[in-house]
């Protein structure tokens, strides 16, 4: 878990979004217990509702499963669905604003290549 949480998000999304980057990462694998709502709560010092709801949106987007008395548990498609959804984020907020710019500039799609390709230090 982070040390401390951003006041510019909601902090539902903000745990939501730790529970997905640590999937991803490969801190938590298909089958392994998620923090639960209390855990969270506890350390934040937040109401248990509030991780709740970044929780059971989880739960909605198959992400996450819950097994009674027990908590939730990561499901075996996780991290696919995970990054499927992170593509198409990615696409939606940077590939499409640089293709629209790199088309106001009447760049090639060979020029837009080797500038993705290029090195750092050029």
Known sequence: ?????DDNKPIFLQIKEQIED?????????GDRAPS?????????INPATAGKGINELVAEEILYKRRGVGMFVTENAKEILIKKRKKSFYESYMLP???????????????????KREDNE
């Not at 878990?1 to 949480?5: A, G």
């Not at 855990?39 to 934040?44: G, H, L, N």
């Open 1 to 5: 878990m982070k040390n401390t949480l």
């Open 22 to 30: 640590s999937i991803i990462d490969g801190n938590l694998n298909a």
């Open 37 to 45: 709502t209390n855990e969270f709560a506890k350390f934040y010092k």
């Open 98 to 116: 640089l293709k629209m710019e790199a088309g106001k500039l009447r760049m090639s799609t060979d020029e837009l290549i080797e500038m993705v």
